[in-house]
Structures are given as C-alpha cells and as structure tokens.
C-alpha cells in the first residue's frame, strides 16, 4: 500500500518488471514507504497530558481514521465524539480519511449523524467520492468499466460517469465464454474498488481494457485484508487483493487513491489548502496506512490502541515511517488531557 503508482507511465512492461510489480503490489500494506521524516526517525512516546499541552497550541488541523478510531462497525468508541467536539471548541479544523471503498460519501455522512457526531461534508474525505473527483479532473468522458460496490457506482454517476452496475459477470463459468465476452468501445478508465464478485471473467474483462494504451487504471485503496476482527479466524482479502492480480496480469501499475499514496493528501489540499507538516495532527489505529500516510506527508501522528494496532506491534517494525509519533489506549484520552 506505500507506491501509490501516481507518474509511472502506462504501458506494456517485460516479465522481469512484470514479476518485481507483481511482487511490490502484494508487499502494500506490508512494508510502509521508505520515506521518513523528523517525527518517524523518533522513537514513538505514549501521549501524555504535558505532552499534548506542548503539541495543542501549534496546530490547526486534526485529520482521523474512521474505523477503529471513531467506531467499531455501529458501535462508537467512548470518548470519541466528545473528543471532536472539544477540538472545534479549541479552534481547529478537523477532517475524517477513509479507505472504506464500500461506502458512499452520503453514507458516510449519514453514519456521522446516526452515531450523533458534529460533522459537515466538506470535512469527509472517502476514497469513493475522492476515486470520482479524480477521474473528472482527468476529463474522463467514455465508459468506466468498474470493480466495486454500489457505493462506487452512484459516486461515479454522481460525476456524471457512466459505468456498469456492480454484480457478478455474465461471463463467469467455463473459459471458452470469457473469449466469446463483448466488450465496450468506448471504455476509458477502468476502476478498482472492493468488489464482493470479484471474478476470473472480470480479471479479463479489466485487462483488455487496459490494453488499450489511454485507458486510465485507478484503485480507490490497496488494503490487502478487510481488518475486522471474526470469531472464526477467517482471512478476509480486500481490494489490494484484486488490484494485485490485475496489476498482475495487465502488467500496469494503478493510480491509487486512498492512504498513503500521495494522491489522497492531493486531493485533502484542494478542501484544506493551508495543511502543512507542522499544523497537522494525523489520528490513526493502523501502522501501514493511516501512520504511513501522516509520516509521508511529515504530520505530527497518533495511533490508537482501538483498532489494528498497538504499542506491542511497535516493537516488531523495523521500518521507520510506519512508527507514529505518539501513541495512546484511545481517542478519549485526548478529551481528558483537554479538561
């Protein structure tokens, strides 16, 4: 999850190229970026009240994770609206980044207000609205094919893009019928999300797709596992899963939006444009996206123990940017060191 593939140029590639892009894309997520800055060659503190009285008065943007920061599936993590209300009382600007490509930006703003947090739609930044966003900014005008939920869908027609609906493909089934598939003529960008139907048929339909040298390859995220605790023990890959066998057998790299590729903070900066590495607090429960996004782009970073990760992880990463600033049990703490 740490190349987010912006500037490589399209194309067709050797099988030696082919292997390494094959090998980088399943490390995202894995490894973090290699680039680090002052606050990442830092040893991480746990955060404490005096230390958060000397970080406060220099910043003027808090951006957070959503899931495992603020909820867990509809259950809100004590202490968390409270949190942010107290930040806005102090003045700041507040902003939430998801990767969860399987939810609209509407959706998200409706999840906001069902769990009773203050919020506003400017201060929401969803890789499925961001995905859209991008593709006008590309002066995209021909069909989208795309590999995503219906969340993805209505953000791109909202755009004004027209794509195929989600659901399985037709051609699913015996081999003989992914080479008797139709395919449109007037595909200009093919679009990855989290797919439940995610299918051999698609991997081919995609791929012809991107033979075609102008034809745009996006991927809203490269999380390589949905990171939801299960009773089961069952693995559950996630959109970097599909973007790797794409990129694979495409031999293209994507253009990926959400954290920690470079796009993403891109994109944040059209909405907050005065965000700097030394105003920005970056609240995240895991190492490989959220706190690699914050020390790519310099921010002061705070991990949360709620979620993915914790302190105990720390001491098994070697590489520098995925180690946070701070780190804490919960975002409530930052409400009591505010009292």
Excluded at 102 to 131: H, W, Y
């Amino acid at each position: 999850m740490t190349v987010s593939g912006v500037g490589v140029k399209r194309g067709s590639c050797n099988m030696a190229s082919l292997r390494k892009a094959t090998v980088i894309s399943v490390q995202r997520g894995l490894h973090g970026s290699k680039n680090t800055t002052e606050h990442s060659r830092q040893q991480p503190k746990e955060l404490t009240k005096k230390l958060w009285s000397e970080l406060l008065p220099r910043l003027e943007y808090v951006l957070s994770d959503c899931d495992g920061v603020l909820w867990h599936s509809n259950l809100v993590v004590s202490g968390a609206r409270d949190t942010f209300r107290k930040l806005r009382e102090y003045g700041l600007k507040v902003g939430f980044v998801t990767n969860n490509s399987t939810k609209s930006k509407a959706g998200l703003l409706d999840k906001f207000k069902q769990m009773n947090f203050q919020i506003t739609p400017r201060e929401i930044f969803c890789v499925n609205n961001l995905t859209a966003s991008y593709l006008q900014s590309r002066k995209v005008k021909g069909r989208v094919y795309m590999l995503g939920t219906e969340a993805l869908q209505n953000e791109l027609e909202g755009a004004g893009l027209r794509c195929n609906p989600p659901g399985p493909d037709l051609a699913d089934g015996h081999p003989q019928s992914w080479l008797d598939m139709k395919m449109d003529t007037d595909v200009e960008a093919v679009v990855l999300g989290f797919d439940y139907h995610f299918s051999m048929a698609k991997v081919c339909r995609a791929c012809t797709y991107l033979a075609r040298p102008n034809c745009h390859f996006i991927a809203s995220e490269a999380d390589v596992r949905v990171f939801e605790k299960n009773s089961s023990g069952i693995v559950l890959p996630s959109t970097g899963a599909i973007l790797a066998a794409i990129e694979a057998a495409a031999g293209r790299r994507a253009v990926i939006i959400g954290k920690p590729s470079t796009t993403m903070i891109e994109m944040i900066r059209r909405e907050y444009p005065e965000i700097r590495s030394d105003n920005t607090l970056f609240i995240g429960d895991y190492l490989h996206t959220d706190i690699a996004f914050g020390a790519k782009n310099g921010f002061t970073t705070l991990l949360v123990e709620t979620g993915m990760h914790s302190r105990h992880d720390l001491t098994q990463v070697k590489d520098s940017s995925l180690k946070p600033t701070f780190y804490t049990k919960s975002i409530a703490d930052i409400f009591a060191f505010m009292q």
